[in-house]
């Protein structure tokens, strides 16, 4: 998906939500367990209910690697019945990978030849040869770790160099890898008022926000601060969708909070004249 397309679906369905699928095996409804494919038929159950709001999934692939075989075949499951049914909708591996350049090639190759994300999700410790790999692919996108919202992200990410945070070394040195087209950030919710600095190095690019909901960010201020004139945003809830019930209305129940984001996001969108 190219970003005209991931912009026209955000006016189309007046949304830029992204939904985590964080498919905890332990929090499933206890009348799915009988189930061959659990996750995959709790993720079937959520996506049918919230497809219409949202324009982007995002598996957190720890919740399926800690299955093994059972939880692989969920999450190719899970992105084929997306790209089948729903083929409109980004798809994102949430899977924070970063190694060295033959390493990432044949991660690339895992995401985006064999499952067909529309992105991953890429951690830039390693520099630009762990990076690049994922940049060969057309349509594909890099999301690149920039600013988290973790308690241990103050550990290296704010520590400054000639006047530099290490966060905004990151923004500024990997523009010289990718661009607005194929790399994205990710920048944490929780530290909207931060967004006001991503947007000085980074004005053009898209930035998923994880952090609002269970973590308690505020759509609000991350509208305030991190939207431009393209929208530029895909804000993710996980929990606070997906779990906000345990009965068997746990679908329906989801489709609710995700149309009550849906709507919240319309008004922001209309403030800022893009629908």
Excluded at 25 to 51: C, G, R
Excluded at 91 to 106: F, H, Q, V, W
Excluded at 123 to 138: C, H, N, Q, R, W
Excluded at 224 to 235: I, P, R, S
Aim: with cysteine; hydrophobic share 40%.
């Amino acid at each position: 998906m190219n970003y005209t397309e991931l912009f026209e679906q955000i006016k189309a369905k007046q949304s830029f939500l992204c939904i985590g699928l964080d498919s905890d095996f332990e929090k499933l409804p206890k009348h799915l367990l009988n189930s061959e494919f659990p996750i995959f038929e709790f993720n079937k159950q959520i996506i049918d209910e919230t497809a219409k709001y949202a324009v982007a999934y995002k598996p957190n692939l720890a919740f399926y690697e800690s299955l093994g075989l059972a939880g692989w075949q969920s999450l190719e499951m899970t992105i084929e019945y997306i790209s089948d049914n729903f083929p409109e909708i980004f798809i994102i591996a949430d899977a924070k990978r970063g190694d060295i350049g033959n390493t990432s090639k044949l991660y690339a190759k895992a995401f985006f030849d064999k499952m067909d994300f529309d992105a991953v999700t890429v951690a830039p410790y390693m520099g630009e040869d762990s990076v690049k790999p994922f940049l060969t692919y057309e349509n594909k996108w890099v999301i690149l770790l920039a600013l988290t919202s973790n308690k241990g992200a103050d550990d290296f990410q704010y520590f400054t160099e000639n006047g530099l945070r290490l966060f905004e070394k990151v923004l500024e040195k990997s523009q010289e890898w990718g661009n607005s087209e194929n790399m994205m950030y990710v920048v944490g919710a929780t530290r909207a008022e931060m967004l006001t600095d991503v947007r000085k190095i980074a004005p053009d690019h898209f930035l998923l926000v994880p952090g609002i909901g269970a973590q308690g960010g505020s759509l609000h201020e991350v509208a305030k601060f991190g939207m431009n004139k393209n929208c530029g945003l895909l804000v993710n809830s996980s929990r606070a969708i997906i779990f906000a019930d345990a009965s068997e209305n746990f679908a329906k129940t989801a489709g609710i909070k995700a149309k009550e984001v849906q709507e919240e996001m319309q008004n922001l969108l209309k403030s800022k004249g893009i629908i």
